[in-house]
């Protein structure tokens, strides 16, 4: 999975988005677990899951915000 675009982001449904949300902090927790084992390889892909969850959440956010506005 590569870091996406916000526009990208925005297009994808609500269930779209939990979904991958669910699935990028598993993959965070494997990725940890990995560095505890001394099994990582790529480390570079902390800062990119990390940099796509958040942007995930923002988006999540706003349409939560949009929604009780």
């Known amino acids: 999975m590569t870091r996406s675009d ?17 699935s990028l902090r598993r993959e965070l927790f494997d990725l940890r677990f990995q560095q505890a084992t001394r099994q990582l390889t790529k480390t570079h892909r902390f800062k990119e899951v990390r940099l796509e969850l958040a942007q995930l959440l923002t ?6 915000r949009s929604i009780k506005s």
């Open 6 to 22: 916000t526009a990208e982001v925005r297009k994808l449904t609500d269930a779209e988005i939990t979904t991958k949300i669910e």
């Open 59 to 64: 988006v999540q956010t706003e349409r939560l």
